[in-house]
């Protein structure tokens, strides 16, 4: 019961780390001035790979993963990206009501191809405890 409980906090607090992170990349939009372009998917892979980037970083000073449960390092790979999403997408959808040049569609996916990238490569490649 006690291993069950440590392995629930450590994933919700890697679930959180990973999800918040993606947060600050949206700060420059509350400025923006003209119109996003419709299609991102250059955006998207830039950002995934930044998200790798930042994870490889990761990896040099944090080897270890703190969720050692396989089960749910894999259900961090699946619904940590979607959650990054859906909150960025929030937060822009907020945003765009005081500035119409703001695409809510937009942040969904770059959040969640950054935070995949994060999440991708520690999943790969972090070790777990």
Not at 14 to 22: A, C, H, R, T, V
Not at 58 to 80: D, G
Request: net charge positive.
């Amino acid at each position: 019961m006690e291993d069950l409980i440590i392995a629930i906090l450590q994933g919700l607090l890697e679930f959180l780390l990973e999800i918040f992170s993606s947060i600050p990349f949206d700060l420059p939009s509350i400025r923006r001035n003209r119109q996003e372009p419709e299609t991102v998917a250059n955006k998207c892979c830039l950002w995934c790979l930044i998200g790798v980037g930042l994870a490889s970083l990761s990896i040099l000073f944090l080897k270890h993963t703190w969720i050692s449960h396989p089960a749910l390092r894999i259900a961090n790979l699946i619904v940590a990206p979607l959650t990054s999403a859906f909150i960025s997408e929030a937060i822009a959808r907020r945003r765009s009501r005081k500035n119409r040049f703001i695409i809510p569609r937009n942040h969904f996916w770059q959040a969640f191809w950054f935070t995949f990238g994060i999440v991708f490569t520690r999943f790969a490649y972090a070790i777990p405890h």
